[in-house]
């Protein structure tokens, strides 16, 4: 079973995910310049709503930071009062035992790791019940060691025992909902993968785009009331785009992750949680001097049965024009749909268990969805659909 999202949002002027230079990012589509959103900036803003919305337990979220050791040892000082650099030295064993190794001379791990809030008490709690062998400390001849090395010296300097519950803290780490969702991947330790089981796209926009600039001046508060001109300049660069949004999940794929059966509580919660953190998800690029907090203007979501997702984002390969008559919004939701109409007349509808789409009455009233899409109402109406209808046993 697939569940797949089509999205319309239309932003403000704004600056919402920036490149290296400080320009909105932006990309080529159809042959015609396009703003663009990565799909890294989207995943982004969802976690960070589901840790607001609290429609999953925080507790269950990951964290992705190279500072686990500070983290294990305020909750060693906090909880167990111990003295902060004895318990930083048995951290960093520990991490090291569990097949991780740092950087030279710092306590930051070698990468980024996801890893859910409540297996950093697990592992402080660790630490605490073999506080005294963590404190045999790791062979260093040859001075600090780092990367690869420094793992193999954690490891070779614990029992087996440890060991093995460190590697636990760290495997059972992936039934994070967030991160059984967006997936991990560490470069030399593949054991320690996950494969995602929802892909996002990055969202561009259904028209061309041109890049404006904004010309600033700030004034000094307090300089002489006979002093003229600003004391700084300085120009942002920003536009405003009406973005095309996709992502596809595979239940199948979120079931395993989670090590849960299909239809399970857990990944009902997971994707109703989803649901709502896509329509939700704002990226927080430049909002303190442009406050670009614009929802979606339209949403259609399908749920597979079989066979494969389709990205929609070839309705826009010609760009978009608002007319007179209907602006950029309305038209862009009349491409989509007329191409997802001809997508399934042509290759077929067969595995549709549901298509339902939400949109703006102003945008869309002149216009009848075919192929049995229905509308509704509300977005809580398409939500509980989609999550009942990718809940049921496929028929045989």
Known sequence: MKVELHILQNFAPSNL???DTGAPKDCELGGVRRARISSQCLKRA???VFRTD???DTNTLAVRTKRLV???VSILVDDHERDPQEARERTRLSIQGG???FKQEEDKTQYLIFMPRRQLRALANLVQEHWNELSVAPPTAEGEKKGKKSKKSGKSALSKELVGRLQGIFEDSRRSPDLA???RMIADSPEWNVDAACQVAHAISTHRVNMDFDFFTAVDDLKPEDTAGSDMMGTVQFNSACYYRYLALDLSQLAANLGEAQGSELERNTLRALLHAVVRAIPSGKQ????AHNPPSYVLAVVRERGPTWSLANAFTRPVRATPEQDVISRSIAALETYFEGVHSMLGSDGIR?????ADRRLSEDRTPGLNVKRVSSFDELSERVVENSAAPVEA
């Open 70 to 72: 500070d983290e294990v």
């Open 181 to 183: 969702l967006f997936g």
């Open 288 to 291: 303190n001097s442009m406050a």
């Open 354 to 358: 549901l298509a339902v789409t939400l």
């Open 17 to 19: 995910n920036r490149d």
């Open 46 to 48: 969802m976690r960070e």
């Open 99 to 101: 097949g991780f190794g």
């Open 54 to 56: 609290e429609r999953i």
